[in-house]
């Protein structure tokens, strides 16, 4: 099945660490929501599949009113086939939810909150520049369940300068003791020319400690295994039963379509990107034209996409999908190359699966780089 992303590229403030694409100058906010509407309509038949999940991101989506989300989700709902009971997500920030939003989203058919918190703790938030407090981190928890929204995700940052580990291992207790049945937790990365990468490079904040990343890593499997969570992928932890159904198709190769600007789309053959600009995107789309690249992919980037997204997740890369994927039989190749990884403990080879033990998940993007194919063994 497929799933429907949809970019919201508007913020309240400009958070230290984030290159996402995004504006804090929301005057193109209605022809934005008139754009999106109108590029659903363009797109309708990129997907040919059933869509089951929608996932309105960004950005930051909670800064709709009701009326613009209900143009969007009905535009969704006209031309596409989306299943009972889809998954609909709404990303949302502390400071946008109060209850009488909620009740709207509710009524929208919104039914799965992923809510920025990143941490309850004042002094980290400061420093990430985040437009929220550690009392309306705490209370929009609260309010979500109460208007009915079981389905919460929680984002938390670790790794960050003033997060010890004592501060990481209160900011998880609250979480878990919160009820939330999912959590993405991501180590704090420096990306090129962000707020932080400069506050880093003038020393006004100190750089990464990778140590101090991998200590708040182990207490983190530690804690979510502890409370009944499952590390379903990397960064992502959830209650059985309760997987982000959106990402997990991500991961496992199904088809998504991207709406609105800096959205990624993929149908198993290629990959296209809509423009990273508001006004440009509005623009075109005003004369009914997609502003996109696109990228066909060589049978080597589709077997690396998998080997790199199969291994961030707990059931790990599954030969027969692989050698399907790659057009021929390559998973002894790969053992081969694995060799090493598995005699360390880092990888775990299960009869047809390789995956990452705990400890190997830390380091998942440098091992998948090793397990890359390359033109002539592909
Ligand atoms: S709210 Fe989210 S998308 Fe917006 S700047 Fe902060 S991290 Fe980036």
């Given at each position: 099945?497929?799933?429907i992303?949809?970019?919201?590229?508007?913020?309240?403030?400009?958070?230290?660490?984030?290159n996402?694409h995004?504006?804090?100058?929301?005057?193109?906010?209605?022809?934005?929501?008139?754009?999106?509407?109108?590029?659903?309509?363009?797109?309708?038949?990129?997907?040919t599949?059933?869509?089951?999940?929608?996932?309105?991101?960004?950005?930051?989506?909670?800064l709709?009113?009701?009326?613009?989300?209900?143009?969007?989700?009905?535009?969704?709902?006209?031309?596409?086939?989306?299943?009972?009971?889809?998954?609909?997500?709404?990303?949302?920030?502390?400071d946008?939810?109060?209850?009488?939003?909620?009740?709207?989203?509710?009524?929208?058919?919104?039914?799965?909150?992923?809510?920025?918190?990143q941490?309850?703790?004042?002094?980290?938030?400061?420093?990430?520049?985040?437009?929220h407090?550690?009392?309306?981190a705490?209370?929009?928890?609260g309010?979500?369940?109460?208007?009915?929204?079981?389905?919460?995700?929680i984002?938390?940052?670790?790794?960050?300068?003033s997060?010890?580990?004592?501060?990481?291992?209160?900011?998880?207790?609250?979480?878990?003791?919160?009820?939330?049945?999912?959590?993405s937790?991501?180590?704090?990365?420096?990306?090129?020319?962000?707020?932080?990468?400069?506050?880093?490079?003038?020393?006004?904040?100190?750089?990464?400690?990778?140590?101090?990343?991998?200590?708040?890593?182990?207490?983190?499997?530690?804690?979510?295994?502890?409370?009944?969570?499952?590390q379903?992928?990397?960064?992502?932890?959830?209650?059985?039963?309760?997987?982000?159904?959106h990402?997990?198709?991500?991961?496992?190769?199904?088809?998504?379509?991207?709406?609105?600007?800096?959205?990624?789309?993929?149908?198993?053959?290629?990959?296209q990107?809509?423009i990273?600009?508001?006004a440009?995107?509005?623009?075109?789309i005003?004369?009914?034209?997609?502003?996109?690249?696109?990228?066909?992919?060589?049978?080597?980037?589709?077997?690396?996409?998998?080997?790199?997204?199969?291994?961030?997740?707990?059931?790990?890369?599954?030969?027969?999908?692989?050698?399907?994927?790659?057009?021929?039989?390559?998973?002894?190749e790969?053992?081969?190359?694995?060799?090493h990884?598995?005699q360390?403990?880092?990888?775990?080879?299960?009869?047809?699966?390789?995956?990452?033990?705990?400890?190997?998940?830390?380091m998942?993007?440098g091992?998948?780089?090793?397990?890359?194919?390359?033109?002539?063994?592909?």
């Open positions: 099945m497929a799933g992303y949809i970019h919201i590229p508007f913020c309240r403030k400009a958070c230290n660490y984030c996402f995004f504006s804090t100058n929301h005057q193109l906010m209605n022809q934005m929501v008139d754009a999106i509407v109108h590029e659903i309509e363009i797109q309708q038949n990129y997907l599949e059933p869509v089951e999940t929608l996932y309105l991101g960004g950005g930051t989506p909670s709709l009113n009701r009326d613009q989300l209900r143009m969007i989700v009905e535009a969704v709902k006209k031309h596409f086939t989306l299943v009972a009971h889809a998954e609909i997500t709404l990303e949302a920030n502390p946008d939810i109060h209850s009488q939003l909620l009740l709207d989203w509710v009524a929208l058919g919104i039914n799965r909150l992923s809510i920025g918190i941490s309850f703790r004042n002094e980290d938030l400061q420093w990430m520049g985040r437009a407090n550690a009392d309306q705490l209370a929009c928890i309010m979500a369940q109460a208007a009915g929204i079981e389905n919460i995700s984002d938390l940052i670790y790794g960050g300068p997060l010890s580990n004592a501060d990481w291992i209160k900011n998880l207790e609250i979480a878990i003791n919160s009820g939330v049945p999912h959590l937790c991501y180590a704090l990365t420096v990306e090129p020319k962000t707020a932080l990468a400069h506050q880093i490079n003038k020393q006004q904040l100190p750089n990464i400690d990778t140590a101090h990343q991998a200590a708040h890593f182990t207490i983190l499997q530690e804690m979510t295994t502890a409370a009944g969570f499952e379903y992928e990397i960064s992502n932890f959830s209650i059985p039963g309760k997987r982000s159904k990402n997990s198709n991500y991961w496992s190769g199904q088809h998504y379509l991207g709406i609105g600007p800096a959205a990624h789309s993929f149908n198993g053959q290629s990959r990107w809509n990273s600009n508001n440009l995107y509005i623009q075109s005003a004369q009914s034209l997609v502003p996109f690249e696109i990228e066909y992919l060589t049978v080597v980037q589709q077997t690396n996409e998998y080997i790199m997204t199969a291994l961030r997740t707990q059931e790990g890369i599954d030969a027969n999908r692989l050698n399907t994927i790659a057009g021929k039989a390559i998973y002894t790969l053992l081969n190359d694995a060799a990884y598995i360390d403990g880092l990888l775990v080879q299960n009869q047809e699966q390789l995956s990452l033990s705990p400890a190997g998940k830390f998942a993007d091992i998948a780089a090793h397990l890359f194919r390359e033109e002539e063994t592909v």
